[in-house]
């Protein structure tokens, strides 16, 4: 299915921090309403702050309320196939009782989410939501994607702002050594007062290693197998080491085929995937030209030997001939791994996905002289800078 990043106003809006929002999203996409009147209904009806996600029957009341109908399916996987044109809130469930449930946003059969769930195949459909077809009316949300804000959205917007930058004062003197007793309980009054009328929380307001405002997605490579080769592992490590620092990868089955996961920032996992799939096919063609494959013999032994004789940018070799390389600075060091903490906490909070490790065998039959041979191809590559990523050049 077409996937189209979007998080339904949330960042516009100026809402900041990790959170489970799928519903408010999903229905601030579908029926083009501002998020955060979106989020402040939804907390009216299920009397709890929605920042951490609401129960399906306050989101069916709201539905009911805008005049949205409920087709139930029940068990077809996610896709197009089963699914009408038209603005949708989609309710999905995962295969696996051990994962939670989600709810996204299908446009004419484009998704509008912040990370793909047709990716991975565990999720399948519930039923949908539409908006009833009204003669003269077109069933599309009445606020078109990339549509620019109108002059009253964007009045209310800079309130909203300084909604916000009024609470962070308050914080800040409630919590700062220098107040006296009455002005710490009059800002926590006045702080009180404003997250109640707001609908916020403390979250809301609370810069997080200043990784609040990063856009976080993850998108997944299939390679054929069940079994990962140890040369497609190293090759997205090496990628996330020396040149998507910020990003993080992982991988699973799913049927006959091995799928490899990054997640982060959404350009970073963009370009990175784009990289990640160029130099796969580009090894394995080489490999497979001159040993007749690449998972096993002198084919995978050359293939891991490319891997390793890639350029090493942190580590100091050829990074003068590169640009936009990330500096090793104590500072870009700090902020990619604040990024990276933030990642792997949006994952498990956004995604339901936790990580484990998991340690494999060796490989046997290593060819030694092939291993060499990949490694002195693979050195004599450049990772350099191209349309906005890093592409490999012809050789």
């Known amino acids: 299915m077409e996937f189209i990043w979007h998080d339904g106003g949330r960042a516009a809006c100026g809402y900041v921090g990790l959170t489970g929002d799928c519903v408010t999203r999903a229905i601030a996409i579908a029926t083009g309403t501002s998020y955060r009147d979106v989020y402040r209904r939804m907390g009216e009806i299920s009397e709890v702050s929605p920042r951490n996600g609401v129960t399906t029957s306050a989101a069916t009341d709201y539905l009911s309320e805008l005049g949205f109908t409920y087709s139930r399916l029940g068990g077809p996987g996610f896709s197009e196939q089963w699914l009408p044109k038209g603005a949708l809130v989609v309710h999905l469930s995962s295969k696996d009782s051990r ?27 519930q039923g949908y939501w539409t908006r009833p077809a009204v003669a003269g009316q077109p069933t599309l949300p009445i606020v078109r994607h990339g549509r620019r804000e109108d002059t009253e959205q964007t009045l209310t917007q800079k309130e909203f702002d300084k909604v916000l930058h009024l609470l962070k004062s308050l914080d800040n003197t409630a919590n700062n050594a220098g107040s006296t007793d009455g002005e710490k309980r009059n800002a926590l009054r006045m702080l009180q007062n404003l997250m109640l009328r707001h609908n916020l929380s403390r979250e809301d307001i609370t810069d997080d290693n200043n990784v609040e405002n990063v856009r976080f997605t993850r998108m997944a490579c299939c390679v054929n197998g069940r079994r990962a080769c140890m040369w497609e592992k190293n090759l997205a490590a090496y990628l996330i080491a020396e040149i998507f620092p910020m990003s ?42 001159q040993y007749g494959g690449y998972s096993r013999g002198s084919g995978a032994s050359y293939a891991e030997g490319y891997v390793a004789g890639l350029p090493r940018y942190q580590s100091g070799q050829g990074a003068s001939t590169v640009e936009n390389v990330v500096s090793s600075t104590a500072l870009i060091l700090a902020r990619t791994l604040a990024v990276r903490k933030a990642a792997k906490g949006w994952l498990r909070f956004e995604c339901g996905t936790s990580l484990v490790t998991e340690r494999g065998n060796g490989r046997d039959q290593h060819d030694p002289d092939a291993a060499d041979r990949g490694k002195e191809h693979g050195s004599k590559h450049d990772l350099s800078a191209a349309n906005g990523r890093k592409r490999i050049t012809s050789q």
Request: glycine share 8%; hydrophobic share 40%; aromatic share 18%.
């Open 99 to 125: 994962r939670h449930g989600h709810f996204c946003s299908v446009i004419d059969h484009v998704l509008y989410d912040t990370w793909n769930p047709s990716d991975s195949g565990e999720y399948i459909i």
């Open 248 to 289: 993080d990868w992982y991988f699973g089955v799913k049927g006959n085929r091995t799928l490899f996961w990054f997640y982060g920032p959404l350009d970073d996992v963009q370009n990175c995937l784009a990289l990640f799939r160029e130099l796969l096919l580009t090894i394995a063609t080489s490999a497979r030209l």
